[in-house]
């Protein structure tokens, strides 16, 4: 299971007031506390902050680098800022957080792609919007994957988002992701599928029973990284024996390393 740290965002009120106040030490805390949680990646946001964004996100990705060789999730919808951010990421491979099928979105972000040599993620939209059934989506995800590779994407680095949209404005949404899940899964053999888990519970109560349950329920129809918060040990480990129990833990080896590094704090 690969999980994306989610507690560096500007829409956290810990997180906007650091960046706000220039307080490095908030930033390196925050980071290393998910290194330590086995973040493989850490999600690095500063979309809040609209009109320093650029500035900001750059900022923030330099202390990310100088303080940890964990590779980041550069995550924005602002070309420019991701690119400010790209140019001091360091040696470690970085994440970009995100493409699309709209094609002004696309012409923008390929070529940071390629001339920064990243990985990328793909969102399931395009034009259209976000289709609605299960085969519009996957289709879209197909399409996607189709034009990153003539244009020069490794495979490899392409991951594709369903597009988790919250329970609360339509009950359909989660059993439409999962689906999305299994037909890309299918339909793109070996591409590796990845979500923004709290987005399936917002406007709910007791978040984290939702965020627990899609995740089990993911992981078993083939989701292969999330975007979350480490640092929360129960769904960590959860991720790990759900990923166990879907016999995609050779020898148990995830599991157990995430149940040392849990008793290791």
Known sequence: MIVIGEKLNTSIEEVGEAVQNGDVETIK???????????????VNCGTFVDR??????????????YTDTPLCIDSPNPRAIEEALKVTG???????????????YNSILPLILEYGTSVISLCMDDDG????????????????????????DYEDIFIDPMVQPMATDQSSGQVALETIVGIKERLPGIKTICGLSNISFGLPERSSVNKAFLVLAIKAGLDA????????????????????SSRDDYCLGYLESIRRLKGR
């Open 29 to 43: 805390e925050l980071a290393l506390s998910q290194v330590r949680a086995g973040a493989a990646y850490i999600d």
């Open 53 to 66: 964004e650029p500035e900001l996100l750059s900022w923030m990705t330099e202390i990310l680098t100088e």
């Open 91 to 105: 040696k470690c491979k970085p994440i970009i957080n995100s493409i699309t099928g709209q094609r002004q979105r």
């Open 130 to 153: 976000i289709p609605y059934t299960v085969d519009a989506r996957v289709s879209v995800a197909e399409r996607l994957v189709e034009d990153l590779v003539r244009d020069g994407v």
């Open 226 to 245: 999330a975007i979350l918060d480490p640092t929360d040990h129960g769904i960590v480990s959860l991720a790990y024996a759900a990923k166990l129990m």
